[in-house]
């Protein structure tokens, strides 16, 4: 019983390793990308427009 408690505690103490931070970091910069490529097509619609 003993090592339980033990095995246990020093699971709590260990350092946490974060599961979704590369997936998180993936979606962000794809989330940038579309924004960005949003943006540049807003534009060329802007200058088309205006243009002709």
């Not at 020093?10 to 931070?21: D, I, S, V």
Request: net charge positive.
């Amino acid at each position: 019983m003993d090592a339980t408690f033990d095995d246990l505690a020093r699971a709590l103490q260990a350092p946490r390793k974060e599961a979704w931070g590369k997936t998180r970091i993936i979606a962000l910069d794809l989330l940038g990308k579309l924004f960005t490529g949003l943006v540049i097509g807003i534009g060329f619609a802007i200058v088309r427009a205006i243009a002709g």
